[in-house]
């Protein structure tokens, strides 16, 4: 009984998947927060990011709309719901994982019937949360957040210094967009 379970797990180890990921790191608006109920598949929670880019004094907007995966940041914006639907300006530093575009024809307005353009990602993290430039949510760091997810993290790893460059570029933007 005992070599058949080594033979699973040594199958099981052979025939483990590898996958090149592609993360988007930004500081964004979050908008248009909404349950999605799609003809085929499983509701799920979805918005939209603003991405500021470029120079702060000429900063310039990247829209995804976002598929949020993983229970804290589904949990994180069911929490900003209320405030975006206020109108509110919602302020976080995000990672997008799985970019993809969505080609559409518009139904009504005065792009009626030209084709768009639509960036598509799911939104993996949420770093942190303004809501109209007060902080409402700082995420604890964490090994993977500052080696940017490309090398596994040591069960035994400590927790960096607030001081670490990750810390201070994000500290950076966030008083840069507010």
Not at 10 to 34: A, M, P, Q, W
Not at 48 to 73: H, M, N, Q, T
Not at 159 to 169: K, L, Q, W
Request: aromatic content about 6%.
């Amino acid at each position: 009984m005992t070599q058949t379970a080594s033979a699973s797990t040594s199958n099981t180890t052979r025939s483990e998947k590898k996958f090149f990921d592609l993360h988007i790191d930004g500081v964004g608006y979050l908008n248009r927060i909404r349950q999605v109920k799609p003809k085929r598949g499983e509701p799920f929670l979805a918005c939209d990011v603003s991405a500021l880019v470029g120079p702060a004094d000429a900063v310039e907007y990247r829209r995804f709309d976002c598929r949020v995966s993983g229970k804290d940041a589904q949990h994180l914006i069911r929490r900003c719901e209320q405030a975006v639907g206020e109108g509110k300006k919602v302020l976080a530093g995000f990672r997008l994982g799985d970019l993809w575009t969505d080609i559409f024809t518009y139904s009504k307005g005065p792009k009626e019937g030209q084709t768009g353009v639509s960036l598509k990602a799911r939104l993996l993290l949420i770093r942190w949360i303004k809501v109209d430039g007060e902080a409402v949510y700082t995420a604890s760091p964490k090994a993977d957040e500052t080696t940017g997810g490309d090398a596994p993290a040591s069960e035994d790893a400590e927790d960096p210094p607030a001081g670490t460059p990750a810390h201070a570029e994000v500290a950076e933007a966030a008083s840069v967009a507010a």
